[in-house]
């Protein structure tokens, strides 16, 4: 039923047409609903849907067209965007439903529940971010192949082996090395022994072996293992091994062996040693053995359940939620044990590398010490050494599970949405453990979900807050250190993701306005909207707190590195949200027109490239070298910021059983009509009115 306060709607398909049609909606300011996509791999026309505010033709146009330049790319497989993108485009175009329901069911999780980043090849752990690569950390990597290996030839110039020099090979026959495939094996023997080259590196850098090979005719009973050798020693100590999981029969795959949890991994490593027991007849394919840097980042698993809920809520498809359930739920069980979070209530990243310390050390006579290992990158600012006690990880693991805890209320009256159990052999249930697994479930119960996220919260609001300063800090390292560059992204974020207080929520926008002026920034004032799209990303230089990799901070102006102080088009959405519900609607909107006037100005000197190629208007970011303004090409989550017209002034979100309309408008606007909404299998057009009434109007389906 219609509100003052907005319209509620439930079980929407099961509604008729002739009841949802409130009344006709009228839309001759809607404008043209047909615009030339500009983004960088398309270039044909699309039907997305329209804003229109009556009074406000121009900025609508103007959004429209931000919006028809960015949803193209607004795609990814990788992980990292799952909590963004999904909800950004589900709604605007079929094409992006029919992807994301295919990318989302192809997500690796590995075995313990860890959900893959999935960016492109590196030389890191392979379910991790590309980068720091062995390369960078004075490890060492040996590589029979480089097929594939484009990013890795262009940066450090691999060269694949020719031929196995320094390799000790044992109960094999060498059969030669394949440009595609690696060095060919063949067992003459029941045990194969494949010992590395002598190399030097320390296990701080070192945390996982990575090795990428294939078998055939490997028998299941097979026995594989990793050893290693230390520096000093010349006897190989039997209980110095790992259990290497069976390559893949068919295809190459990737084996990240996580040495660090070994209590005898400690020290200079000179060898690697790969044992197979019972191979005899088996062909093995080796395509490269590197010491890898643990390079996941504790924010996977909450973006791919954040991706996943928002898939079905958008598309309701009953099928991709049933596949997606036992996945999800996986997902978080991993990050609520591999963090610690019920007992800390915020996350705790463990991981070797991941301690929130910096990899660069300025002595107090100025010189400068690079720790590699250290600093390792944690999410979307993989640059900075986010880790140990971690207010991005917290508040998206808090939003991953708020939403959870509604999906799973939801199953409570829609028990046949369950995936059907998976039958087990009875060896298969002697290994279960019951009762592990009902308890875990009862953790998962939406009460018990609830109850987290508003410990979490409160956690959050009192551990991560600096109250001198009057804004959130970015993280506290393993020894209780904070860290506090002004980041702007953490502060809007967390107002959004309901982490913030409303007295610590005006305090942050008090601050970024410049109305509040904090000492020892070095961007106060109205000098924090210098890039006039966003504020800048941070408002105090950093050139001492960083991964190793970037080992030279000051070399770069500032402003001239998104990380340090400058700003990204797509966090803008944040801004905008945290201005509409601290603030209101009119403060929202001010800032938004700002935006759009940017980007006319910006459009009429022939976009991006073109207008920031004059000198004094800032370095672009994208396509390799370092910027400090990200707006296109590799910053695919600028398409967020017109999603601020459906999420934020229109209030409306998907459901499991339908979705709900809460606008809030700016006292200018006389109503606000979006088209071509795309929830479930429906296409509606939606018109909210000053006085609180709203009306829809179905005009298609899917």
Known sequence: MATPFGLDFHFFRSISKAILTIAAIVLGLAGNDSFSIVGANHAHAQTLPTFAVPGFVSDMKSLEELHALHHPNAYVDCTLWDGWLPRSSLWASETKRLQYLRSLNRRRIDDEGYVAMQQHRGMAHSDGWPFPAWQQSTGSGFHFSTEGEGWAIQNFRLQAAVSTDGWEIAGAETLG?????????????????????????????????RIEWTATDLPPTAECSIEWLLEGESDWKPSRAMTIPHPAPSKLTYANIPLYRH?????????????????????????????????????TNAMFVRGCIDTFLWTKDITFLKASLPRMRKAIRYAL??????????????????????????????????????????????????????????????????????????????????????????????????????????????????????????????????????????????????????????????????????????SILGWIDGTRLIEGDTSQGADIYRWRFAPRATTKRNI????????????????????????????????????????????????????????????????????????????????????????????????????????????????????????????????LTITGIRIGDEVIDITAHADGRVETKPTGGL
């Open 263 to 299: 209590p005898e991994y400690a020290g200079l490593l000179t060898r690697y040693r790969i044992r197979i027991r019972g191979a005899s007849g088996c062909n093995i394919q080796l395509k490269s053995v590197i010491t890898a840097i643990d390079t996941r980042h504790p924010i």
């Open 177 to 209: 090395i394949d440009p595609a495939q690696g060095l060919q094996l063949h067992a003459s023997e029941d045990t194969i022994v494949i010992t590395t080259p002598p190399f030097r590196c320390g296990t701080i850098v070192a945390p996982f072996a």
């Open 337 to 506: 044990e591999e963090f610690q979070v019920e007992a800390n209530a915020h996350v705790v990243v463990p991981w070797v590398g991941h301690d929130g310390k910096s990899g660069l050390v300025i002595g107090s006579d100025g010189k400068k010490t690079l720790k590699p290992g250290a600093g390792v990158g944690n999410n979307y600012w993989d640059l900075l050494p986010f880790g140990a006690h971690d207010a991005i990880a917290t508040m998206y693991l808090a939003d991953a599970l708020q939403s959870f805890a509604a999906l799973e209320r939801s199953l409570n009256s829609h028990p046949e949405w369950e995936p059907e159990p998976v039958s087990e052999t009875a060896d298969q249930a002697l290994q279960h453990n019951a009762m592990a697994d009902r308890a875990m479930q009862q953790r998962l119960d939406h009460d018990v979900l609830d109850r987290l996220v508003a410990r979490i919260r409160d956690d959050f609001r009192q551990r991560f807050w600096d109250s001198a300063k009057g804004r959130f800090v970015g993280w506290i390292d393993r020894d209780g250190k904070t860290y506090d560059y002004g980041f702007t992204f953490v502060n809007l974020e967390a107002i959004d993701y309901g982490m913030a207080t409303s007295e610590q929520a005006r």
């Open 544 to 671: 001492e707190t960083y991964g190793w990799v970037w080992s030279a901070p000051e070399s770069i102006a500032w402003g001239d590195q998104v990380q340090d102080g400058g700003a990204v088009l797509g966090f803008s959405y944040f801004d905008l949200m945290a201005r509409l519900k601290t603030n209101g609607p009119d403060d929202a909107w001010k800032r938004l027109r700002e935006i759009l006037a940017w980007f006319r100005e910006v459009q009429s000197e022939g976009g991006y490239r073109s207008y920031y190629a004059k000198p004094g208007r800032g370095l672009l970011q994208g396509g390799g070298p370092p910027g400090g303004l990200g707006l296109d090409q590799e910053f695919l989550e600028s398409v967020m910021v017109p999603q601020v017209m459906l999420y934020g002034f229109l209030g409306f979100q998907p459901t499991a059983d339908g979705y709900t309309v809460h606008p809030r408008l700016p006292k200018d606007w006389p109503s």
